[in-house]
């Protein structure tokens, strides 16, 4: 089996079980990384080469939890799906997971932040992301028809886990969508509100990305951060002004609480103004 016949039956299996485009690129990714490191014909690849990879990655020492889990699920699905071998999960584990809290900026932080963007287009991007909760690929793909001002909402369309939602739309997101429109007129076949050079047709992750590190650099902020980290200040600032943690959940797209709830454990919340029984003492 060649590399392109492997990729070829590796779009089949994806499409079949539908996930997402994303995920196969993911795996394809990690997939030819694996294949490049090892030094033995594709079909005689076994567990033991997945375990001394797995130890590769580990011993590297620059790659995330996350990420080693991410390689563990691509390299599986290739030895087990396609080249059919039969794998042992006990001896081929996920790491344990991680429990970190994401860097999250401060209102005032925020505020500094879109203080310095000079571009109608960017700035409309970024209101949006914190505005609503978004993730760089939902602000990606957003359509026109996704826009629904009279009842203040943005349709969110087939997002992490191939679902749909609904979540806010803030008045200072649709004036800055608004601007934007009446500066660049759009225009994109498929309807997105910002067309890109991407096959699909819609801006770029990396763009924005560019774009985001490009504005930081601009400010005195010492809490680092990227694109998702306004998500996370949707989520903190939300939860701060008394939102409640199940409507937070369900804006953000997450299929269980315990995703949505590290946010109890960033947010400045009345939890936080509990009394310590070490006042009560008389020291």
Same mark, same amino acid.
Request: aromatic share 12%; with cysteine.
């Given at each position: 089996?060649?590399?392109?016949?492997?990729?070829?039956?590796?779009?089949?299996?994806?499409t079949?079980?539908?996930?997402?485009?994303?995920t196969y690129?993911?795996?394809?990714?990690a997939?030819?990384?694996f294949l490049?490191?090892?030094?033995?014909?594709?079909?005689?690849?076994?567990e033991?080469?997945?375990r001394?990879?797995?130890?590769f990655?580990?011993?590297?020492g620059?790659l995330t939890t996350?990420t080693?889990?991410?390689?563990?699920a691509?390299i599986?699905?290739?030895?087990?799906v396609?080249?059919?071998?039969?794998?042992n999960?006990r001896?081929t584990?996920?790491?344990?997971?991680?429990?970190?809290?994401?860097?999250?900026?401060n209102?005032?932080?925020?505020?500094?932040?879109?203080?310095?963007?000079?571009?109608?287009?960017?700035r409309a !991007?970024?209101?949006?992301? /914190?505005? #609503?909760?978004?993730? &760089?690929?939902?602000?990606? +793909?957003?359509r026109?028809?996704?826009?629904?001002?009279?009842?203040?909402r943005l349709?969110i369309?087939?997002?992490?886990?191939?679902?749909?939602?609904y979540?806010i739309l803030?008045q200072?997101?649709l004036?800055?969508?608004?601007?934007?429109w009446k500066?660049?007129?759009?225009?994109?076949?498929?309807?997105y509100?910002?067309?890109?050079?991407t096959?699909?047709?819609?801006?770029?992750?990396?763009g924005i990305? !560019?774009?985001?590190?490009k /504005?930081? #650099?601009?400010?005195d &902020?010492a809490t680092?951060? +990227?694109?998702?980290t306004?998500?996370?200040?949707?989520?903190?600032?939300?939860?701060?002004?008394g939102?409640?943690?199940?409507?937070?959940?369900e804006?953000?797209?997450?299929?269980?609480?315990?995703?949505?709830n590290?946010?109890?454990?960033?947010?400045?919340?009345?939890?936080?103004?509990t009394?310590s029984p070490?006042?009560?003492?008389?020291?």
């Amino acid at each position: 089996m060649t590399k392109d016949e492997i990729f070829e039956k590796l779009q089949t299996e994806v499409t079949i079980r539908g996930l997402s485009p994303g995920t196969y690129y993911t795996y394809k990714r990690a997939i030819d990384l694996f294949l490049n490191w090892t030094n033995k014909p594709y079909e005689e690849l076994e567990e033991i080469d997945f375990r001394n990879y797995l130890l590769f990655l580990i011993n590297r020492g620059d790659l995330t939890t996350a990420t080693i889990n991410m390689y563990n699920a691509a390299i599986r699905f290739f030895l087990q799906v396609i080249l059919e071998k039969d794998i042992n999960y006990r001896r081929t584990a996920r790491l344990r997971k991680e429990y970190k809290l994401p860097p999250v900026w401060n209102i005032e932080e925020v505020a500094k932040f879109f203080s310095v963007i000079d571009n109608i287009r960017d700035r409309a !991007i970024f209101i949006n992301i /914190y505005g #609503s909760g978004l993730r &760089i690929s939902e602000i990606c +793909t957003l359509r026109v028809q996704d826009v629904d001002s009279k009842n203040m909402r943005l349709m969110i369309r087939q997002s992490k886990g191939r679902k749909d939602r609904y979540t806010i739309l803030s008045q200072s997101g649709l004036d800055a969508l608004r601007d934007y429109w009446k500066r660049y007129r759009p225009s994109s076949p498929e309807g997105y509100l910002f067309p890109g050079n991407t096959k699909e047709g819609h801006l770029g992750k990396s763009g924005i990305e !560019i774009a985001f590190r490009k /504005y930081l #650099s601009r400010t005195d &902020i010492a809490t680092p951060g +990227t694109v998702h980290t306004l998500r996370h200040c949707f989520a903190t600032h939300a939860l701060e002004a008394g939102t409640d943690i199940l409507y937070i959940k369900e804006l953000l797209g997450h299929s269980c609480f315990e995703t949505t709830n590290v946010y109890l454990h960033i947010a400045n919340t009345k939890v936080f103004k509990t009394s310590s029984p070490a006042d009560s003492l008389t020291l």
